[in-house]
């Protein structure tokens, strides 16, 4: 082979290992998982809150096929599971929904089904404005927030977002 055809191919290797670098490089980077069952989660979300700035009787629910439209708004939505955090006193406006889902599931799509199917009056003598209806990820976990409180409300999606 004469150098000339060996510097050809060196050349086109040298190009593709770049083309390849570049493209990992660039695709988006998925956001690491947040660990732990979602009882511990939930947990640390309320950490920061003392008890008595809590709503009372504040209970935890395993979100399922029979109450998932109740928490999530829809029934068309797949997830690995799913914890719920509302007072037992339904005249209180308070709801923080954990959903983990499956890995590689489009988080983004789910999160737009929620959003856009919850029912920001469900508890029907109280509610929160559609605004305050906060619908964000952190990896496979999606956390759904409606609390009539700004102050509560602000404190569990700073907590939200602290997870790694």
Known sequence: MSKKKIAIIIAVVILVAALVAAVIFLLPKAEPNVEGTLEEIMTK???DIPEDERPMMLMNTEVNEENVEYFLGTTEVEFESALASEPAIGSIA????????????NVEAIEEKIEKS????????????????I??????????????????????????????
Not at 94 to 105: I, N, P, Y
Not at 118 to 133: H, S
Not at 149 to 160: L, Q
């Open 45 to 47: 979300v309320y950490a």
């Open 94 to 105: 308070h709801s923080v929904v954990l959903v983990r889902v499956k890995d590689g599931a």
């Open 118 to 133: 919850i029912n920001p009056r469900k508890w029907v003598c109280v509610g929160v404005e559609e605004d305050d209806v």
């Open 135 to 164: 619908v964000e990820s952190e990896g496979n976990l999606i956390a759904l927030i409606m609390i009539e409180d700004e102050k509560t409300r602000d404190r569990i999606e700073e907590a939200f977002d602290k997870l790694k």
